[in-house]
């Protein structure tokens, strides 16, 4: 046992500071705009979130202190292991060396709870008694559930109707954490019941769940509402994961030549990525020739065949207007299995720094994700969330080109999640019901046909 | 964050010995006996066994040195995480410390690989390819399939028929590791073949498939067999974990003045208190007051209602005869959700050990489990599997009773898994459905009737 399999941070490690890539950026991030086309002011959204999350929101500062109750919460699975997956470079026959950041190592299971606990924390330190949320898997909605019962917050999720029917367990999971949860469309809002008076038995979607955890966020002065990903606060609170992967790998003298993390709203990739990208930018010599790769599904691909342009952030149109890659907010995303990964945008710093070529973005078909993310399991014992799928096929590709090449490269993945909720997928891949989908170009053309004209 | 919340060991810190008790008892263990009433002689397993193994489970020697390449796929997961449980004494408002180990970060989200992966390295180390095991909620045969896959071994499962219709996500996590997994009664085997020629739907039991298993492994001379508790060598292998703890707890200069284990077959249980026992073996000052109290279901009281005597390890009548607490080899427990815990024996170690008096053995009834389970997951965020819920009711009951004395007392409990599979148990106690089930005297009786009249 020479080289060890895990690289562990000891507690008084877990970061002080989130780093904020916004500092950063060559040019400032683009203002997120009103209907009427014009920058929102910030208050516009303070009935939905809390003064220090509308902060982060908008800050340029490169550092920002993390609360010390939120870094003790943290510490209940923090810091993660960095991972040597040697046992895949073997089966591989690579000579890169394959590094990979744990984050499944979380109560719920996903690196999701990394953003869920701040934001609850700040929402209780200005008073608020209630969050809500809409989820669709249950990733984000377990959270925050989660999140809620650490810091004393009752929360109260809208979850997408089919899939509050066909995925009892991560419900379960919200309920026992003491979350409500209700199926989408539901009588609680003027939302639902509009939708509900024509359709009562309407399947739901994240759309329509976001805006009825919206309306009752903003019709209630006591309760604020939360988001799991895109907004620049959320891969602030991420930067978490990238900030103790360095760490981990000045312990081993090494440093990553290309980082692959899964890419849908983006705060898994942002997560790990931005604070080697931090060093890149510092000019850092070790940093210079890093590669930074988004890897998106090839049936929801925002970053490489979306455009660059202003959309709405859901699909009603609810939200203020943010300049991102997107495929049209009217876009659906076909039932792929990553369910983390459906979203017709992309975090806007992500996008901006693809549009600037500091990142590159890939898309790949489902089955091959799949297809990955067993031969890992295989080797390394961990089952991969579907999402985490993505940057394993990505990231099994490159050790492969490394063969060809002979490049000892060293290649860093985020492993956001544990794929123990997500059995019934392995089990269509393994039982060969899973499709790939690759978009039609006319249905491409069509969905973006409904960007706003604005920006 | 004066104090941690997780105590950690490096790599290089997991035991290079694992702790067999056997040498540490006062009498020597009663010997399995066969059919006619004498000790068996340990040749007659050699069909279903490795030498290794069969040399493991007669031993007494106190420390049998751990192979590097065993220490090495430990790695992936261990050391576990020593926990302070700090939110839940709050809670509680309890004097007492509460301290747990983790074993839910392995890759099968319980503490079975702990002997998994040694039986699959003793296997290959003498030339067996395949491996055969019966499995019920799947949480051994996700294990062995698991080590299987690591060390390079073919994996069959025999799932006993109910589970693998109604859980197929455990089903699906063997899949995943390569391993076949299939429904038993199965046409695989003579057993299988005969119960289903006159009850084609026969919904199976965890007898059966043991049958089905042994008679695999008996009959090909490339596959042996595989248990998952009760035997000493699967509780050798589990010391693991009580090792650690004892290191950890020296980092932080305490010991425990309480350890409770859930205990089914006794794996669990004597895996956390077995080291420290020796520590009182030993006439160490630090261990004098030390109680280890296992802790089982009202539904299934092996230790607290059974007989001490021989009888069969399985329910059909084909293992050796084991001196152990038993409600008889017929005794059928009720459909509780702690699947772990249904066995109607228990380890002949744990069982002398709570003879002699050195072990406490406790019932408790189901929904309290559920209801201390709950507590500490909104206390801790970890949600715990339906046997661990057993060892968290009793270190709650006992942190009150401090409460009320003022002691304050080092607690120390197994949280043996988590709960991400069993998310179908918690929905049940949520909505009311679970029932508590105290076993009638009547039935007590007329299975202890069954017992074997040897030994």
């Known amino acids: 046992m020479s080289e060890p399999t895990r690289i562990l941070l000891e507690e008084h490690e877990i970061p002080t500071h ?19 086309g014009k920058p929102i002011d910030p208050s516009a959204m303070a009935a939905i979130f809390p003064e220090p999350i509308l ?25 993660s292991p960095l991972m040597r997956a040697v046992r895949l470079e073997r089966r591989l026959g690579t000579p890169a060396k394959i590094f990979f950041k744990y984050e499944g190592v979380s109560p719920a299971g996903s690196h999701k709870p990394n953003s869920a606990v701040p934001q609850a924390y700040y929402n209780r330190q200005v008073g608020i008694k209630r969050l809500t949320t ?51 469309p539901s009588p609680l809002t003027e939302t639902g019941r509009r939708i ?21 966020a ?12 895109v907004l620049n606060h959320v891969l602030l609170h991420q930067s978490l994961i ?38 890149k930018f510092a000019g850092e010599r070790r940093a210079a020739g890093l590669r930074c790769v988004a890897v998106e599904p090839e049936s929801c691909p925002s970053l490489t065949k979306g455009t660059y342009a202003y959309d709405y952030g859901d699909a009603s149109g609810f939200t203020p207007l943010m300049r991102m890659y997107t495929l049209g ?34 898309a ?5 994700t799949f297809e990955a993310g067993i031969q890992f399991a295989r080797a390394e014992g961990i089952i991969p969330a579907p999402e985490s799928c993505h940057a394993i096929r990505a990231v099994i590709d490159e050790a492969l080109r490394c063969k060809e090449t002979g490049e000892p490269k060293v290649l860093l993945f985020n492993l956001t999640g544990h794929g123990h909720f997500d059995m019934s997928a392995y089990e269509r891949y393994l039982r060969g019901e899973l499709e790939d989908y690759t978009l039609p170009d006319e249905l491409l053309a069509e969905a973006l046909r409904t960007l706003p004209s604005v920006g």
Request: aromatic residues 10%; hydrophobic residues 40%; proline residues 9%.
């Open 18 to 36: 989130w780093y904020n890539i916004a500092a950063d950026l060559s040019t400032p991030p683009a203002p997120p705009l009103g209907p009427d």
């Open 329 to 362: 907010h009217d876009f659906v995303p076909p039932g792929i299995h990553a369910g983390g990964l459906r979203y017709h945008g992309a975090s806007p710093l992500v996008s901006q720094l693809v549009h600037e070529g500091q990142v590159e973005a890939l």
């Open 196 to 216: 509900l008076a024509t359709e009562p038995d309407h399947p739901g979607s994240l759309g329509i769940a976001i805006s009825e955890a919206v309306e009752e």
């Open 134 to 184: 809409e989820t669709g898997a249950g990733q984000w909605g377990s959270s925050i559930a989660f999140a809620g019962q650490m810091l004393g917050l009752e929360v109260r999720v809208y979850m997408v109707r089919v899939s509050y029917q066909q995925k009892p367990q991560r419900r379960v999971l919200m309920e026992t954490w003491g979350a409500e949860v209700h199926a989408s």
């Open 218 to 229: 903003a019709s209630r002065p006591d309760t604020n509402y939360t988001l799991g990903s």
């Open 55 to 79: 902060e982060q929101e908008m800050s340029r500062e490169r550092w920002i202190a993390i609360p010390e109750a939120v870094r003790e919460t943290y510490a209940i699975w923090r810091p």
């Open 364 to 368: 790949v078909p489902q089955r091959a």
């Open 242 to 279: 990238g900030l103790e992967a360095k760490k981990q790998f000045e312990k081993i003298g090494l440093y990553p030549d290309v980082i692959f993390g899964p890419c849908g709203g983006g705060s898994s990739f942002g997560g790990i990525a931005f604070p080697f990208l931090a060093d």
